[in-house]
T-cell receptor
Framework: DVKVTQSSRYLVKRTGEKVFLECVQD?????MFWYRQDPGLGLRLIYF???????EKGDIPEGYSVSREKKERFSLILESASTNQTSMYLC?????????????FGPGTRLTVT | GENVEQHPSTLSVQEGDSAVIKCTYS??????FPWYKQELGKGPQLIID?????GEKKDQRIAVTLNKTAKHFSLHITETQPEDSAVYFC????????????FGKGTSLLVTP
């Protein structure tokens, strides 16, 4: 089974802190994604990556950056956390293959910025 | 960019009844339409998908229909069970566009015994 793990289920940070959200997948997937999920807004794509050291902006990249130094790991960075970044963050991975568009999601990290 | 609208936002049905969730999309070039189910405390999981060269696809109690002309697609769940209670998301994408999905806002389905 594909497994996507996220470093924390719950995280509380203060305004202005630098925050790192880590995601690791164990299936050698090329593609990795970061979404945020807010009530009534669904899943919105922040950033995605097709390969190591590659990154593409999604729909809402402002205030975020990403890092992909290894194939299995995709990090989301909040350079200076703000209260409007309080949200559920979901990581996903996929691979070009027989079912290239199926994304496998982690359980999510609920981030609260106070 | 692609805009996916999903309705209703909440849906309550009695066990055994059918449930229908509808989505519309804006980009006529979209050609891949998956549905994800998110149970409480978990990430979304793919339950069924359809490509634009197919009008309908069925997998046991769930089915998806696609109307390319009207740019809408629907999820149908028959003989609903309490374990079908979850949030359902539709999405749209263009194959060969980079594998990114545009999600609808979700439908919270409650199946009452």
């Amino acid at each position: 089974d594909v497994k996507v793990t996220q470093s924390s289920r719950y995280l509380v940070k203060r305004t202005g802190e630098k925050v790192f959200l880590e995601c690791v997948q164990d299936m050698d997937h090329e593609n990795m994604f970061w979404y945020r999920q807010d009530p009534g807004l669904g899943l919105r794509l922040i950033y995605f990556s097709y390969d190591v050291k590659m990154k593409e902006k999604g729909d809402i990249p402002e205030g975020y950056s990403v890092s992909r130094e290894k194939k299995e790991r995709f990090s989301l960075i909040l350079e200076s956390a703000s209260t409007n970044q309080t949200s559920m963050y979901l990581c996903a991975s996929s691979t070009p293959g027989t079912h290239p568009y199926e994304q496998y999601f982690g359980p999510g990290t609920r981030l609260t910025v106070t | 960019g692609e805009n996916v609208e999903q309705h209703p936002s909440t849906l309550s049905v009695q066990e055994g009844d059918s449930a229908v969730i509808k989505c519309t999309y804006s980009d006529s070039a979209s050609n891949y339409f998956p549905w994800y189910k998110q149970e409480l405390g978990k990430g979304p999981q793919l339950i069924i998908d359809i490509r634009s060269n197919v009008g309908e696809k069925k997998d046991q109690r769930i089915a998806v229909t696609l109307n390319k002309t009207a740019k809408h697609f629907s999820l149908h769940i028959t003989e609903t069970q309490p374990e079908d209670s979850a949030v359902y998301f539709c999405a749209a994408s263009k194959i060969n566009s980079g594998y990114a999905l545009n999600f609808g806002k979700g439908t919270s389905l409650l199946v009452t015994p």
